[in-house]
């Protein structure tokens, strides 16, 4: 993967970030009344403190899901996080409001524009830029990138 799809899937990832947080949170939802008994599935029969399987259960990372129009998104609290990491260094910039009107409300440019009113569609795009960037090396800190490292092959100078 190269850095441009890389970059591609960090935007792919901020815009659907609604979608894979309501998901993840419906996975957790099902996995406590699992563990608690309240789908009319059986408890289990073995003895033991209740409070600390219920909280190692709630640590367990949600390893994958697969979003409404079938794409697989491996380690979804992985770019939650990377969402959150975004929000809290761009919060007091107009960085939220193009991450907000861009990517959450999936607006177009022209329409980001509007809504925000005193931006030029160059700042626009390089703060829309800066902020897949940064997002970009979180993702890549947190080894969401890992299954696809990418090589930048050098040219052979020939003598």
Same mark, same amino acid.
Request: proline share 3%.
């Given at each position: 993967?190269?850095?441009?799809?890389?970059?591609?899937?960090?935007?792919? %990832?901020? +815009?659907?970030?609604? &979608?894979?947080?309501?998901?993840?949170?419906?996975?957790?939802?099902?996995?406590?009344?699992?563990?608690?008994?309240?789908?009319?599935?059986?408890?289990?029969?073995?003895?033991?403190?209740?409070?600390?399987?219920?909280?190692?259960?709630?640590? &367990?990372?949600?390893? &994958?899901?697969?979003?409404?129009?079938?794409? !697989?998104?491996?380690?979804?609290?992985?770019?939650?996080?990377?969402?959150?990491?975004? %929000?809290?260094?761009? +919060?007091?910039?107009?960085?939220?409001?193009?991450?907000?009107?861009?990517?959450?409300?999936?607006? +177009?440019?022209?329409?980001?524009?509007?809504?925000?009113?005193?931006?030029?569609?160059?700042?626009?795009?390089?703060?829309?830029?800066?902020?897949?960037?940064?997002? !970009?090396?979180?993702?890549?800190?947190?080894?969401?990138?890992?299954?696809?490292?990418?090589?930048?092959?050098?040219?052979?100078? +020939?003598?």
């Amino acid at each position: 993967m190269n850095i441009r799809e890389a970059a591609k899937k960090v935007k792919f %990832c901020l +815009s659907r970030m609604r &979608e894979i947080e309501k998901i993840v949170a419906e996975i957790r939802l099902e996995k406590e009344a699992v563990r608690q008994g309240t789908l009319g599935m059986p408890r289990s029969g073995r003895m033991g403190d209740p409070t600390s399987r219920l909280a190692l259960g709630r640590l &367990e990372p949600v390893r &994958e899901i697969i979003l409404a129009d079938g794409t !697989l998104i491996r380690n979804p609290e992985g770019w939650i996080r990377v969402y959150r990491e975004v %929000c809290k260094f761009f +919060s007091d910039t107009d960085g939220r409001k193009v991450l907000q009107y861009r990517f959450i409300e999936r607006k +177009s440019v022209e329409r980001t524009l509007l809504e925000i009113g005193y931006l030029s569609r160059k700042t626009l795009f390089a703060i829309q830029d800066h902020m897949v960037y940064f997002a !970009l090396g979180i993702a890549d800190g947190l080894g969401l990138l890992a299954d696809e490292i990418y090589w930048v092959e050098s040219e052979k100078i +020939s003598a």
